[in-house]
């Protein structure tokens, strides 16, 4: 089991490498489209809608980021226009803070219905322009905000097992804790300060002083925080339809949802903060 955990993450890592230095954004876009197409099946399960409204969900969810990308001509070397990173991703940002996280904490049902399907549409448009928009400016910067959420699972998985003490969300996900979220911030924190001195490099114009440290540092925190809402609600998501796994794609991993949680809810304010702190050329 172990040894097909640790190939599969290996192959998935080197097609993401592969995918980021060497696609251009036009052919990365439709193949992050494909994991999304997949990831949205799964949510569709998850939601438990029939068959019919499965295969529709999946099919909007297709049609409306194909639109996106050949209608967009300036995204192969721009990004996404400004109109649709505000919007789409400043949509799903808001869900994130304002509707994820009392769902999460107060435990709201997740009933078959329209909220979960709008839902679904929302966080994985959100994720597939905030991912894009980060690709077209520069394949590093993907990988940085990607190193956000992988520094704070890590850390919190081994800060939770050496230290943690007090269940975070016993009925949601039994095995985090509050110890582990701690050590996810610190950690992230640390990241974000040596992440600091490379700003301008990144494209940053501003100053770096303290001011604009504290608040990089601050948002770096936040996010990593709204990762671990975007882990409880996939978490709770499953527990609501009694399953384990949000699916079986991935050998030893589960499903594309198991794997891209915490990245959902990521994203989308990493690719906000991007168009506003790393205007393109």
Do not use: N
């Not at 009925?171 to 110890?179: A, R, Y």
């Amino acid at each position: 089991m172990l040894s097909t955990r640790i190939l599969t993450a290996v192959v998935a890592l080197a097609a993401v490498l592969a995918a980021l230095f060497l696609f251009p954004p036009l052919y990365f876009a439709v193949l992050v489209l494909l994991v999304v197409a997949a990831a949205a099946h799964e949510w569709a399960r998850l939601a438990r809608l029939t068959p019919a409204a499965r295969v529709l969900f999946v099919l909007v969810v297709v049609v409306a980021g194909l639109a996106l990308i050949f209608t967009q001509p300036a995204r192969s070397t721009r990004g996404w226009s400004p109109a649709v990173v505000l919007g789409v991703c400043g949509v799903a940002t808001a869900f994130w803070l304002l509707v994820a996280t009392p769902w999460v904490v107060q435990r709201w049902p997740m009933r078959p219905g329209p909220a979960l399907v709008i839902t679904g549409w929302i966080v994985l448009l959100g994720a597939f322009v905030g991912l894009t928009e980060l690709e077209a400016r520069s394949p590093w910067l993907v990988l940085a905000a990607m190193a956000i959420v992988w520094i704070a699972d890590t850390a919190a998985y081994f800060t939770g097992r050496a230290f943690g003490r007090r269940k975070l969300a016993p009925q949601v996900s039994p095995g985090k804790t509050w110890e582990g979220v701690y050590g996810a911030l610190v950690a992230v924190a640390l990241y974000a300060l040596a992440l600091a001195a490379l700003g301008s490099r990144a494209g940053y114009a501003g100053p770096v002083d303290a001011a604009s440290i504290a608040v990089w540092l601050a948002f770096a925190v936040a996010v990593a925080a709204l990762s671990v809402v975007g882990d409880l609600f996939e978490s709770w998501l499953k527990r609501e339809a009694g399953v384990k796994d949000s699916g079986s794609l991935l050998p030893g991993h589960g499903g594309v949802l198991d794997r891209i949680d915490a990245l959902l809810a990521a994203m989308p304010p990493l690719a906000l903060a991007a168009w506003l702190a790393l205007p393109t050329s």
